[in-house]
């Protein structure tokens, strides 16, 4: 069975229009979740033989995540986010799990459960203490995607020796989670918050891979392409508001407008290029070095975040003061892409690419 691309981008102005009326409450996209698992926008990453399409979790999926990511995030960069997420720890169990622990989730995802890959510390960065078959959690995580509706996330946890270990665990206690911070100017349908894993106990055999396995190259760097699929959708939409608002206004056809609409598209199309390249190379490690994966990827991470900064700039310069009004869907969309586009440690992704392309050249497209 293919995946109902048109299905999904049918429904982009239903999730739209629920992201608007989440904004103020900073309520989560309950509806919008249901209707892509509906159409198996959370089964798609599963591998094939585990009745997905291998959207991420197979070398052949990339191209098809990809259109599935960037339609989502046309609809609503919030719902993107968790999308994201879920398919990240799906993506990193696929990687460092094993085929018991895949059937294991592929059947919970199946049954609708909802995956998070939660990474940030909170203030009391997460620790783990492991004995006789069992891990004991102190502290907690913050920025959480999702949280009090993913049911199983992926989590990192230190060992008392810094040993990193990625561990999968239940987080239906509503007890642990904290919603907030309060005030988030943008991406405020996420559900974004912290949750406390202090004194909870877990089985040893939650364990994803072995220590350190989540900073392991290529795919620490590479699964980044992943979250630009996403903004690259709030990028193509903004571009659209552009146009459609400037020709509805009458003020598509002025010089200096035009300029504008061909900048934002160009950028769009920028954006789209450098993810379909980084999602390419990440779907070859075995045809390329990890550094050039992991560099050419960070890289398309700072090109696709310039592009929509610029995005974020012409809109605002074009539409003017109606793209501040909170009632114009602009508004909404500028404040949710310029908070979707806080990844972290920029400046360090890029020195970092620089530095390993100093004495070598950008793999090119042709040997991929
Ligand atoms: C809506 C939303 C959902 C999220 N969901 C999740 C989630 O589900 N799971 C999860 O794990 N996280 C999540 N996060 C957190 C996210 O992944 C990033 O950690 C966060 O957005 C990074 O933000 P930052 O700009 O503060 O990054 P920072 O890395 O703090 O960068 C800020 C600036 O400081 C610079 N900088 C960084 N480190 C240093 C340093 N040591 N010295 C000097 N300068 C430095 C950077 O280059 C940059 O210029 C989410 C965040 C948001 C907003």
Redesign the pocket.
């Known amino acids: 069975m293919t995946f109902p691309f048109e299905a999904l981008s049918a429904c982009r102005a239903e999730l739209e229009a629920e992201a608007t009326i989440n904004d103020g409450p900073a309520a989560f996209p309950r509806h919008g979740l249901d209707r892509l698992r509906a159409l198996g926008v959370l089964s798609a990453a599963l591998p094939q033989a585990c009745g997905g399409h291998g959207f991420g979790t197979e070398a052949h999926g990339a191209s098809g995540l990809l259109h599935m990511l960037r339609l989502v995030g046309h609809g609503s960069l ?1 719902l993107g ?1 968790i999308v994201e ?1 879920h398919v990240n720890a799906l993506r990193l169990i696929a990687c460092y799990g094993t085929q018991a622990r895949m059937a294991q989730v592929a059947a919970a995802v199946h049954d609708g459960a909802l995956f ?5 510390d909170g203030a009391q960065p997460l620790a783990m203490e492991a004995g006789d078959g069992a891990v004991t959690l102190h502290g907690g ?1 913050a ?4 949280v009090g509706h993913v049911t199983h996330a992926l989590v990192t946890a230190a060992t008392q020796g810094g040993n990193v270990h990625m561990l999968l665990v239940g987080v239906a206690d509503t007890s642990r989670v904290h919603h907030g911070p309060d005030g ?1 100017a ?2 405020r349908g ?1 559900g ?1 918050g912290r949750y406390d894993f202090t004194g909870m106990g877990v089985q040893a055999d939650c364990m994803v891979g072995q220590a350190g396995d989540y900073l392991r190259q290529p795919e620490f760097s590479a699964g980044a392409w992943r979250a630009m699929a996403v903004a690259l959708g709030g990028i193509e939409r903004l571009a659209t508001v552009l146009r459609e608002q400037l020709a509805a206004r009458g003020r598509a056809q002025a010089p200096a407008q035009q300029a504008r609409i061909g900048d934002a598209l160009i950028a769009a199309e920028t954006a789209f290029l450098w993810t379909h390249r980084a999602a390419m190379l990440a779907a070859a490690p075995d045809r390329h070095a990890t550094g050039d994966i992991a560099a050419t990827v960070n890289l398309a991470r700072l090109a696709v975040e310039r592009a929509g900064l610029e995005v974020i700039g012409l809109v605002q310069r074009g539409l003017g003061l109606a793209a501040f009004v909170r009632t114009n869907p602009a508004e909404r969309l500028l404040r949710d892409l310029a ?2 586009l ?7 992704t890029l020195c970092e690419a620089a530095g390993w392309f100093t004495h070598r050249d950008l793999p090119r497209m042709e040997a991929t």
């Open positions: 919030a986010r997420g998070g890959v939660w990474v940030t995580k920025f959480a995607s999702g988030l943008g991406m996420a974004t908070t979707y806080r990844q972290p440690a920029p400046d360090e």
